[in-house]
Structure formats: structure tokens, C-alpha cells
């Protein structure tokens, strides 16, 4: 059976949101609480949960939901340090890593539809596409997990094995934008909720 972990990224300040976005509203529940549901209905056998600032209020919002809590000591430092984070804290049984950012809310669709490409194709990475520009999640082969655990925050981050393995990348076609959405400032975010949240 395919293995596919997610790791979701939650350890950052928040700071261009003013609150922390991981408890924003959405989609009836919490941004945290839906991207770990979508993860897991997407397809995905674990979900770790990197968390740094406000670990313990994160951690109690999580608190019943089947998911792997990883704490990064170093997210002062940047996401990379998050990324690597989630992928020690993975169980070496995967064989591909599903990368997303807590505020990149994504339907489960979305997720369910990178993986079955990712396994048909036996990529290295796949990467959803709309109008010829990538999105998120991007799934990464544990074949590349040393390559990953390498990387730097200066390398500029996982676009370094991104760019190593263009040529082999599995881009899959989306018709909508929300494989774009980031939701870094609150503009963006009430843009968003009113448009995707379900």
C-alpha cells in the first residue's frame, strides 16, 4: 500500500495576518482543523503537524484528531527548518511527503488528485499547475528525503531540489486558482473565505 505523509506547516508568527491564522474561521471549523481533515480525506495515511509559536494553544486545538505533533525548536529560522522538521518526524515507511503551508487551504480533492498522479507516474515530484504557474501542495518522493534534510534556509529553500529535478517534475493541470491561495494578509484571507470556504 502507498504511503503518503502530509506535513503541514503552522509554526510561524502570523505577523502580516495580525492574529494566528491557524484559528482563523473556515469552512465551519478552524483553518488547522480543515487542513488536517483535507489531508486526510485527500489520501494521505499521516499528517504531522509542525508547530512552533503558540505550540500549546495548537496543540489544544488538535487535541482528538488523528495527527502526529512535531515541535520545531528552530522555527525562529524559517519554513525550511519546518519542512525538515515534519520529514525527521515522518515515519520511515512513507514513500512521499505532502508539503502544505497552514494558510493554503485546500479542498480534499485538490489532494486526492496530486497523490493518484503521483503514484500512477512514479515521480520524484508532482506539482499541481493553473495557467502555467505552480502551486501547492507540492509532493516530494522520500527518495529525496537526504536531499531535503540538506537543504538550508540561504538555499532558497525547496525550490533548490525543485529546480535539481525540473526536467522530471509531474505538473498536474488544475482549472481553478485555488491551488493558489495564500492566505499571508487579512485582505486576503476575507477574499478567500468568500470565495472557497464551503
Not at 21 to 39: A, D, E, M, R
Not at 71 to 85: A, F, L, M, V, W
Not at 145 to 160: H, N, S, T, V, W
Request: aromatic share 6%; glycine share 8%.
Amino acid at each position: 500500500m502507498f504511503h503518503a505523509t502530509a506535513i503541514l506547516t503552522a509554526a510561524g508568527y502570523s505577523s502580516r495576518m495580525g492574529r494566528s491564522k491557524s484559528l482563523l474561521p473556515w469552512n465551519g471549523t478552524t483553518l488547522i482543523k480543515h487542513q488536517v481533515c483535507s489531508l486526510r480525506r485527500g489520501g494521505c495515511c499521516e499528517v504531522v503537524v509542525v508547530l512552533g509559536h503558540q505550540s500549546d494553544e495548537l496543540s489544544s486545538e488538535l487535541d482528538g484528531l488523528d495527527v502526529i505533533l512535531a515541535e520545531n525548536i528552530d522555527y525562529k529560522t524559517g519554513r525550511i527548518s519546518s519542512i525538515k522538521c515534519g520529514v525527521q518526524t515522518a515515519s520511515s515507511e512513507t514513500d512521499c511527503y505532502v508539503l502544505l503551508g497552514v494558510d493554503q487551504p485546500r479542498h480534499f480533492s485538490i489532494v486526492a488528485t496530486l497523490i493518484k498522479s503521483h503514484v500512477r507516474t512514479k515521480s520524484l515530484v508532482t506539482s499541481p499547475r493553473f495557467e502555467e504557474k505552480g502551486g501547492h501542495p507540492v509532493i516530494f518522493s522520500s527518495k529525496l528525503r537526504e536531499e531535503i534534510l540538506a537543504l538550508e534556509e540561504g538555499d532558497g529553500g525547496l525550490r533548490k531540489v525543485f529546480n535539481e529535478y525540473r526536467d522530471v517534475v509531474n505538473e498536474v493541470k488544475f482549472s481553478d486558482q485555488e491551488i493558489h491561495l495564500d492566505l499571508n494578509t487579512l485582505e486576503e484571507y476575507e477574499t478567500a473565505l468568500s470565495k472557497y470556504s464551503r
